[in-house]
């Protein structure tokens, strides 16, 4: 009986010693991977979350032509490997219709650098969606500690609002290959 266990054991590895022969052989495994580039969400404090949604929180303001920035931790000094392409989104109103607003991503290696960046017009009374904006930067970011996000108004006598978010639209932009 227990040759046969034996026997049997042997012959079960050998198979499987042999198919995998046969495979590797005859066989071709083959796949194609989506890769998708980070998505950098607003959050209330200043935060530019990484792949995260923002989190409800109060709508930040700014007036005039002063500006608002939003930034990742530190990343520690991570390189890409190719021009980015930028999709900017914002949830915003203005209490004057037809004001100008800036939207500007970039990274700071120690120093800020802009990537690229889209003025848009806002009419909105009330929060709205606005975007996609595309816009492809000229340079390929190198040690990038972190990214920002910073809005920047552009009248002398009005008020933004700019919402993290409502349903399933948020301001945010997603980085990808251009």
Not at 10 to 27: E, N, Q, T, V
Not at 44 to 56: H, K, V
Not at 64 to 87: A, C, H, M, R
């Amino acid at each position: 009986m227990k040759n046969k266990i034996i026997t049997t054991a042997i012959a079960i590895l050998l198979i499987g010693i042999i198919s995998a022969g046969l495979i590797d052989y005859f066989g071709e495994i083959t796949g194609t991977v989506e890769v998708s580039g980070p998505v950098f969400y607003v959050a209330s404090g200043g935060d530019l979350l990484t792949n995260s949604d923002s989190p409800a929180g109060p709508n930040n303001q700014i007036n005039n032509n002063n500006f608002k920035i939003w930034e990742t931790d530190s990343l520690g000094d991570i390189v890409f490997s190719y021009t980015p392409q930028i999709d900017f989104y914002v949830r915003t109103s203005v209490d004057t219709p037809s004001e100008n607003l800036n939207l500007i991503f970039g990274y700071d290696d120690g120093d800020e650098k802009e990537l690229c960046s889209k003025n848009i017009t806002i009419d909105s009374l009330t929060l709205s969606n606005y975007g996609p904006f595309t816009c492809s930067s000229d340079i390929i970011p190198e040690k990038i500690d972190t990214f920002y996000y910073k809005i920047k108004g552009n009248c002398t006598s009005c008020e933004y609002k700019i919402s993290g978010g409502a349903g399933d639209f948020y301001t945010k932009v997603e980085v990808s290959k251009s």
